[in-house]
């Protein structure tokens, strides 16, 4: 199982980003995926989650403002960024669990694969 992040960069507060995760070795669409992220001096925490039937979950600081989505075909995981805040900056993973649905992954050990991380960083 690999999963490979792309779409980081650098941008100023309000700008948009979008995160890539190609998966190779796993069918994505088919078990919970998700986004995650680390500040420097904070804890992992969870973005957002998408399960196989398409249940999305958010965490709140990104409601509405963050979208997560998947193509089965590319088995690819898209994090859809906008409205970006400083407090955004961090290193971005993506993440897949065993389960199919989120629900039995709430915590970010129950996530058994990840990916590198891609640095997000927004400029106030």
């Known amino acids: 199982v690999q999963l490979v992040e792309s779409g980081g960069g650098s941008v100023q507060a309000g700008g948009s980003l979008r995160l890539s995760c190609a998966a190779s070795?796993?069918?994505?669409?088919?078990?919970?995926m998700g986004w995650f992220r680390q500040a420097p001096g904070k804890e992992r925490e969870g973005v957002a989650r998408?399960?196989?039937?398409?249940?999305?979950t958010y965490a709140g600081s990104v409601k509405g403002r963050f979208t997560v989505s998947k193509d089965s075909a590319k088995n690819t995981l898209y994090l859809q960024m906008n409205d970006l805040k400083s407090e955004d900056t961090a290193t971005y993973y993506c993440?897949?669990?065993?389960?199919?649905?989120?629900?039995?992954?709430?915590?970010?050990?129950?996530?058994?694969?990840w990916g590198q991380g891609t640095q997000v960083t927004v400029s106030s």
């Open positions: 998408i399960s196989k039937d398409a249940t999305t």
């Open positions: 993440a897949a669990a065993g389960f199919s649905s989120c629900y039995y992954a709430p915590r970010p050990t129950d996530f058994a694969h």
């Open positions: 070795g796993y069918m994505s669409s088919s078990y919970c």
